[in-house]
């Protein structure tokens, strides 16, 4: 068997909306059924009434898929067999009769305990859920009753939870970590910034859209010039010009001295002395001519990326030196996180973290973002309370250098920790609560006690047991529920 039984209430239900036909189908609406189950895949919600040897028992079979969903069974057939012993009986249906719920039939045959198996055809979706130990009664007269306490329950049903982001999950016992919670930054990874600064002093040209901050911009592609325009001094023109001229001169006295030099018309010394004031000329002409061009000395990107930053503005003189950009390939990120001094003693226990930038609600994980821990601080700084935690992460997240982030970091491992989703987490005038589903449409408000916090899951100390299914998605709408003080008719037959 495939399917898990994870809930089972058989509870005392009051019916409405029967017509003529049905009237048989609830005659013992005190001893109606009820039952909760789930596979991997799919959620049942099954009402019927006692299964009696010659009497037709109606069943009103909810389905929900699981998964990130929870949406209804929309198109596809269920089969719901009976089988007592080695005798079975079945009755399909081909379609809804609305949105997720089922109408089914059954007259039993043969007294005994039953398993009640519901098979799922759809497109691409098949299913197996499998009640055991139901009891098909020999005639009305055996039929017994079976009160519900449903003292403090919450109805909301399955046609309002359909409607809009409603999940439920299992509370689970796992390993869990205690966790320190930081403010933190992302920050620029050491290397993937890189900062352009003037080659030679100058009136300063930016290459037109190219940049602009936020542009991809590639190795070797201009950026800026820098022209020595009217200025008298350490004109970056002119020193070309000067450049040049001295490199011609000394090319030629070279070229000819190299001549001069077999005949021993000048000394060897002679000679070495001219090629040195070559070499150096040719050195200082090829340095001041490599990105030199009709309007200024070129600057160009040394690497691949994106503009990070504009630090100058067009028309702007610069000396030498001075910062004129910088660029960032974005391929690598640094979270600091900033931790009180008091923790000092559990930094060395620190594994991962978890995180959300300011101004979001998505959670990230540097273990499943393949991050690593690199460092931590080892001694105090007289200027901060703090010690930073410092993370690499690959960008493939498209986070931003410079946002400002919660941080939770994971420390001292909790074995066996009742763990559920944040998101299942309400509260009310300081006080926290969750609600338990009971049933198919059953709630109960629980208050819990919170242990640790990694900002995707919470540790409960109290007020939930292992397997109990709490909602994760549409808390709210149940609580808008509770609060209405009526209760909600059904939409369905039952």
């Known amino acids: 068997m495939k399917t898990a039984l994870a809930m089972m209430s058989v509870c005392a239900l009051l019916f409405a909306g029967c017509g003529p036909d049905t009237a048989d189908e609830h005659a013992h609406d005190d001893t109606a059924l009820s039952y909760t189950l789930y596979s991997d895949k799919t959620e049942v919600f099954v009402e019927f009434t006692p299964l009696i040897v010659g009497t037709r028992s109606a069943f009103a079979a909810h389905f929900t898929r699981l998964g990130e969903s929870f949406t209804p069974l929309t198109q596809g057939s269920v089969t719901v067999s009976l089988i007592v012993g080695e005798r079975g009986i079945r009755n399909r249906a081909d379609n809804p009769s609305s949105p997720g719920i089922y109408r089914l039939t059954l007259s039993p045959t043969t007294a005994g305990i039953a398993r009640l198996i519901f098979d799922i055809e759809a497109d691409g979706f098949t299913d197996q859920i499998v009640i055991e130990n139901i009891e098909v009664y020999a005639d009305a007269a055996s039929v017994h009753a079976h009160p519900a306490d449903d003292a403090g329950d919450i109805t909301y049903l399955k046609e309002q939870a359909w409607k809009v982001a409603f999940a439920n999950a299992p509370v689970r016992r796992e390993p869990f970590s205690g966790i320190l919670r930081a403010t933190g930054q992302i920050l620029p990874a050491p290397g993937d910034d890189v900062l352009i600064t003037a080659t030679t002093r100058g009136i300063v040209r930016r290459s037109g859209t190219r940049t602009l901050a936020g542009s991809a911009v590639s190795s070797g592609t201009t950026l800026f010039t820098i022209s020595g325009g009217n200025i008298t001094e350490a ?14 001169k000394a090319k030629s006295d070279f070229e000819r001295s190299t001549e001069l030099v077999k005949y021993t018309i000048i000394s ?20 001041i001519s490599a990105n030199y061009s009709v309007n200024g000395q070129r600057v160009v990107s040394p690497k691949s990326g994106f503009l990070k930053s504009i630090l100058v503005d067009d028309g702007q003189f610069v000396e030498a030196g001075t910062p004129l950009a910088s660029i960032s390939q974005n391929k690598s990120l640094i979270l600091q996180a900033n931790v009180s001094q008091r923790h000092f003693a559990d930094l060395r226990n620190i594994s991962s973290a978890t995180f959300r930038v300011l101004g979001s609600d998505t959670q990230y994980d540097t273990a499943t973002m393949n991050g690593r821990l690199i460092a931590f601080g080892k001694s105090a700084n007289p200027d901060s309370p703090f010690l930073p935690v410092h993370f690499e992460l690959p960008n493939t997240s498209g986070l931003i250098p410079g946002t400002a982030a919660e941080v939770f970091l994971r420390t001292t491992p909790i074995p066996d920790a009742l763990i559920v989703p944040v998101t299942a987490l309400m509260e009310e005038q ?7 589903q009971t049933s198919g449409e059953r709630f109960l408000k629980r208050a819990v006690t919170l242990g640790a916090n990694d900002g995707i899951h919470v540790q409960l100390l109290s007020g939930v047991a292992e397997g109990e299914r709490v909602v994760t998605k549409g808390a709210y709408q149940i609580k808008l529920s509770s609060a209405s003080g009526t209760l909600p008719a059904h939409g369905h037959e039952h």
């Open 235 to 248: 004109n970056s023109d002119l020193a070309f010009q000067q450049a040049k001229a001295t490199y011609e």
């Open 268 to 287: 060897q010394r002679e000679f070495l002395q001219t090629k040195l004031a070559f070499d150096n000329a040719e050195a200082a002409f090829n340095a």
């Open 430 to 436: 300081g006080n926290m609560y969750v609600y338990v």
